[in-house]
C-alpha cells in the first residue's frame, strides 16, 4: 500500500531549523502500516530534510557551520541574474538534498536515540512551507 500526505507549516527563513518529527510519526499511526518506509521530500530547492540531535546548542552550531560553509554574504551569480540576494541558500541546499527515506517497523519510525527529523530552510525571508511524506508498507 502507498499513503501520501502533506505535512504545512510556516518557517522563519536564514537557516530555520523545525523538527517535525512529531508530524511524521502521526502519519504513520494514522495509516495503520506496520512495516515500510517513509519518504520525505521537499519541492523546493531553498530547503532541506534531514537528521540531527534537535538540541539548542547543535541547532546554533549547526547555523554557524553553513554560514561557515556557504556564506550568505558572498556574491553569487544567482543573486546578479535573480535579485532575490538568495544565491546560498540554492548552494546549501543543493549540497544536502531534498529527501530523505526512514524505515519503519511495527508502526515505529527506526531512528536513533537522539535523533529527529528536521526541515532547515535557509531561504532569506519566512516562507510558507510543505513536506510531500509518502509511505510504502504493508
Not at 24 to 46: A, C, D, M, N, Y
Not at 103 to 126: A, M
Request: charged share 25%; net charge negative.
Amino acid at each position: 500500500m502507498i499513503l501520501t500526505k502533506e505535512i504545512k507549516f510556516s518557517t522563519k527563513g536564514h537557516t530555520d531549523i523545525i523538527s517535525i518529527t512529531l508530524q511524521v510519526k502521526e502519519f504513520i499511526e494514522q495509516s495503520h502500516i506496520r512495516s515500510g518506509i517513509i519518504t520525505l521530500f521537499v519541492p523546493g530547492t531553498t530547503a532541506v530534510i534531514t537528521t540531527m540531535e534537535y538540541e539548542p546548542g547543535l541547532i546554533e552550531d549547526i547555523k554557524k557551520h553553513w554560514e561557515n560553509m556557504v556564506s550568505s554574504k558572498e556574491s553569487y551569480e544567482h543573486n546578479e541574474r535573480w535579485k532575490d540576494g538568495n544565491g546560498y541558500a540554492h548552494v546549501r541546499s543543493a549540497l544536502c538534498g531534498p529527501s530523505l527515506v526512514i524505515p519503519f517497523d511495527e508502526g515505529k519510525l527506526i531512528l536513533g536515540t537522539w535523533q529527529d527529523v528536521v526541515f532547515i530552510d535557509f531561504d532569506n525571508r519566512p516562507r510558507s512551507r510543505t513536506v510531500i511524506a509518502q509511505i510504502q508498507g504493508e
